[in-house]
């Protein structure tokens, strides 16, 4: 099972990134996915995620308006758009499988998880 996080990189306050997660080794169209960030010295969080058919999503407060989650079940792929970025939403994003099919924010149900990509956000 491989979850590869890319699309991070240095960005101005404002500005906007495009984050994907390719996977393969699972049948990813029976996963929820979803995406977490860890910032220096803090846990990982919950950020956004997105059921099997991509109907259904959920986004933690601090990214509502900001950010979407979306997926394409013929690519393997999850994505996370990321607008108005802000210093805050600095961090190492990464994505994570989970088989049941229930939206969740608790990073311990998460049963795949990838490496991650470097988002960094100047002021």
């Known amino acids: 099972v491989q979850l590869q996080a890319s699309g991070g990189g240095l960005v101005q306050a404002g500005g906007s990134l495009r984050l994907s997660c390719a996977t393969s080794g699972i049948t990813f169209s029976m996963f929820v996915m979803g995406w977490f960030r860890q910032a220096p010295g803090k846990e990982r969080e919950f950020v956004a995620a997105?059921?099997?058919?991509?109907?259904?999503?959920t986004y933690t407060d601090s990214v509502k308006g900001r950010f979407t989650i979306s997926r394409d079940n013929a690519k393997n792929t999850v994505y996370l758009q990321m607008n108005s970025l802000k210093p805050e939403d600095t961090a190492v994003y990464s994505c994570?499988?989970?088989?049941?099919?229930?939206?969740?924010?608790?990073?311990?149900?998460?049963?795949?998880w990838g490496q991650g990509t470097q988002v960094t956000v100047s002021s």
């Open positions: 997105i059921t099997r058919s991509g109907i259904t999503t």
């Open positions: 994570g499988a989970r088989f049941l099919n229930v939206l969740s924010s608790n990073r311990s149900e998460y049963a795949y």
